[in-house]
């Protein structure tokens, strides 16, 4: 399978997070599957492209042309796709991806993530999205998506338009066992309303 990864490009943070996606490209590329990812050659990204090919892995990166043009595009990939801008590097990755895996990660991992999430929720594609939750980074988010839950922001079925992992192994086996459900329309009904909300 292609696999899209999302992580950060920072070289800054906790070693815990370093080691958890070499063990992740490693992991990916030791099953047989591909790695998708931004391209980067700097922070978790250089260390997730560096861990699968270490391991006999294929990584393709895709890059807008603007980030392409600040030399940070890793020099070793199986295949490098330069795009014009993030909204065409987004749309790529996700065309070639069979999975997603967001790793903890900033401002753009974020948006990529909930991109992901919300396409699924609209019917766009039905394919695995694990959050690989090292050292609890999502947490956070997790009681936030709850905090929607209970007040009717989200229904309540859509826990399963994700999955949380706590290591490579958790969330490569719930790719690998991934079964399409039915979603539905995402959109509440009068008869999702209590009551004594709806009048």
Known sequence: MNIC???ASSSAVDPAYFEAVRDLGAGIARRGHR???????????GALAIAARSNGGEV??????????KDLADKQLTELRVTPDMRSRKQTMEELADAFIACPGGFGTLEEVFEIITLKQLGRHNKPCVLLNT????????????RGIAERFIKEKYRSLYHVADST??????IETYDTAEL????FTDADIPAE???
Do not use: S, T
Not at 35 to 45: E, K, S
Not at 60 to 67: H, K
């Open 135 to 146: 050292r609890g980074y999502f947490d956070p988010l997790i009681a936030q998506i709850e």
């Open 60 to 69: 393709v990166g895709v890059i807008p042309q603007f980030l392409n043009d």
């Open 35 to 45: 790695i998708i990812y931004g391209a980067g050659n700097i922070g978790l990204m």
């Open 197 to 199: 909300v709806g009048g």
């Open 184 to 187: 539905g329309d995402k959109w």
């Open 169 to 174: 192994a958790g969330a490569l086996d719930h």
């Open 5 to 7: 990864v999302y992580c």
